[in-house]
T-cell receptor
Framework: GENVEQHPSTLSVQEGDSAVIKCTYSDSASNYFPWYKQELGKGPQLIIDIRSNVGEKKDQRIAVTLNKTAKHFSLHITETQPEDSAVYFCAANYNAGNMLTFGGGTRLMVKP | DAGVIQSPRHEVTEMGQEVTLRCKPISGHNSLFWYRQTMMRGLELLIYFNNNVPIDDSGMPEDRFSAKMPNASFSTLKIQPSEPRDSAVYFC?????????????FGAGTRLSVL
């Protein structure tokens, strides 16, 4: 099956700085890589996703890069704000299908 | 749309009791997923339905766990009998599976505590 590793497990940055979270996956057939943000007491919410036919996607302050050869993908948040503080999960679909395998999560803390 | 609706939000029960968690997916979505979230194991997929049919239940931990989807707008996850190690947050997610999109939309979760 798919194995998704996520680093770091915790990340503390100063407001305005950038944050980078990295994930690796094992299934070469994976072709869909979403990122979810989970705030306290809530369910995960999709913030950005990327498919394997593109190398980078950007949406305002967040961007995701994908390196299929190396089987890793990253989330970049620029100009971080206190409201970006949450747990972020990467995921990859298993065997190019509909099931997702999630990384272990990164707790991001943005200090004002 | 109100999103994925789960009930109850919190459940406290005693070991040995039956627990039933409920989920209403987003209207029109044809896939439904049940996940369990714990500090130790993270977010784990328990079971996945497509068009009300269970497709993969390999994540269901034991026979004490069962899930049903009697129609497109309702699913249940049942634990009988419950044990303290079942304490976790249980999430339901639904997906439209239209075109090439696999986006899953999560509910707010049910926090289960088994004493």
């Amino acid at each position: 099956g798919e194995n998704v590793e996520q680093h770091p497990s915790t990340l503390s940055v100063q407001e305005g700085d950038s944050a980078v979270i990295k994930c690796t996956y094992s299934d070469s057939a994976s072709n869909y890589f979403p990122w979810y943000k989970q705030e306290l007491g809530k369910g995960p919410q999709l913030i950005i996703d990327i498919r394997s036919n593109v190398g980078e996607k950007k949406d305002q302050r967040i961007a995701v890069t994908l390196n299929k050869t190396a089987k890793h993908f990253s989330l970049h948040i620029t100009e971080t704000q206190p409201e970006d503080s949450a747990v972020y999960f990467c995921a990859a679909n298993y065997n190019a299908g509909n099931m997702l395998t999630f990384g272990g999560g990164t707790r991001l803390m943005v200090k004002p | 749309d109100a999103g994925v609706i789960q009930s109850p939000r919190h459940e406290v029960t005693e070991m040995g009791q039956e627990v039933t968690l409920r989920c209403k997916p987003i209207s029109g979505h044809n896939s439904l997923f049940w996940y369990r979230q714990t500090m130790m194991r993270g977010l784990e997929l328990l079971i996945y339905f497509n068009n009300n049919v269970p497709i993969d239940d390999s994540g269901m931990p034991e026979d004490r766990f069962s899930a049903k989807m009697p129609n497109a707008s309702f699913s249940t996850l049942k634990i009988q009998p419950s044990e303290p190690r079942d304490s976790a947050v249980y999430f339901c997610a639904s997906s439209p599976l239209q075109g090439s999109k696999n986006i899953q939309y999560f509910g707010a979760g049910t926090r289960l505590s088994v004493l």
